[in-house]
């Protein structure tokens, strides 16, 4: 909301009164003149993105996009994620999209997912994590999820597509990507547009890079096999090195999340290391994704974690802050407000200068 908007009503009713009014409506023009000030205050510096706390949307309610994944289509951003509202319907699972120019103040589009057991996985059924691809050549928006049943012995990706990147989403398929089994699903758009899903493969311990297929409706090709028994994968190609992040497995309790670089998607990943220091578990969170912004003077990448609240998962957090990145090193600083310039890429974290 604009200071402008506050402030109208206030001199709309001075208009045309006596003195007497005038007088009685003095103090409240400086009130208001005052509130004027410290509001414009207010929007004229950037507005913050504040980890771990209330996230409001447009709405003001905090933005429901857990466990999600980010693509940018022209000058916006648009984050997907899974939709925890506490009076969702409970035999329905939901996928909220919001959009963004600043990647600080979202707007809610639309709920574009609520399904009801597509797969037929029965009650309790798992749908998370989603990621959403723009195909240009079939102009489709597709969506990945991880599908399962209640005890996550499933182990599917479910495919749902729309004409619209805030539209209805519809279910298409659903499969175990290259015959394995695949929980936790991360997505990377390579900087030359070619589109990979990462996922988690319990039986062999470790993370499948693969690609999809033209239309992107099935995963074609298993581009690497990252031996390391991790979840919650993120990839990022920044100056001229990939570099790829996940958690630890322990469902929703945070865990020292790891890193590892190569030269190539193909790999070799040697030497998972710490992205923060252990003994903070991340900072409390897990990752989901990396997001790169190629501003004008810099290229900033954005960790995306979520802290879970398992027990109250409409009031989950974020933890989103710019990552020290570069020559094979990757750091994930200590949370603290932060503001992006995203035309200049440049980021400035509270009290660090
Ligand atoms: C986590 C996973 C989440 C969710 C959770 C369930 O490890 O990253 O997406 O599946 O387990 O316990």
Not at 331 to 338: E, G, I, R
Request: hydrophobic share 35%; net charge neutral.
């Amino acid at each position: 909301m604009s200071d402008k908007v506050w402030c109208d009503p206030y001199f709309k009713h001075l208009v045309g009164y006596d003195k007497g009014v005038m007088n009685a409506w003095f103090p409240i023009l400086l009130s208001s003149l005052s509130i004027c000030a410290v509001a414009s205050a207010f929007t004229d510096s950037p507005k913050q993105i504040k980890p771990g706390e209330l996230w409001p949307d447009n709405r003001g309610k905090h933005v429901q996009a857990h466990g999600g994944g980010i693509i940018k289509l022209r000058d916006t951003w648009y984050w997907f994620g899974e939709d925890r509202t506490q009076d969702n319907a409970p035999d329905k699972r939901y996928v909220a999209c919001y959009s963004s120019k600043d990647l600080v103040t979202w707007r809610f589009r639309n709920q574009v997912l609520k399904t009801t057991d597509p797969a037929n996985l029965g009650p309790g059924f798992v749908l998370e994590r989603p990621k959403v691809y723009y195909n240009a050549k079939t102009r489709k928006y597709v969506m990945y999820v991880h599908l399962d049943d209640q005890s996550y012995r499933a182990a599917r990706v479910g495919v749902f597509t729309s004409n619209r990147v805030d539209g209805d989403y519809e279910f298409k398929t659903s499969f175990r990507p290259l015959d394995k089994e695949s929980r936790d699903i991360g997505q990377f758009i390579d900087d030359d547009g070619s589109a990979y899903l990462i996922f988690e493969s319990r039986p062999t311990g470790g993370f499948y890079i693969a690609k999809l297929s033209e239309d992107y409706l099935s995963v074609e090709k298993e581009v690497c096999f990252v031996h390391a028994p991790l979840e919650g994968g993120g990839l990022v190609h920044y100056e001229g090195l990939y570099y790829l992040i996940g958690s630890r497995m322990s469902g929703w309790a945070p865990n020292p999340n790891l890193y590892a670089t190569s030269k190539t998607l193909e790999g070799p990943w040697p030497d998972f290391k710490d992205i923060a220091p252990p003994k903070t578990n991340t900072y409390g969170s897990q990752s989901t994704m990396m997001v790169k912004v190629t501003g004008k003077k810099k290229t900033t990448v954005i960790f995306m974690g979520d802290i879970w609240h398992p027990q109250t998962q409409w009031d989950s957090r974020y933890l989103w802050m710019p990552l020290e990145i570069g020559d094979g090193k990757l750091w994930l600083p200590s949370p603290a407000p932060w503001t992006i310039d995203v035309r200049t890429g440049e980021t400035v974290v509270d009290g660090r200068g």
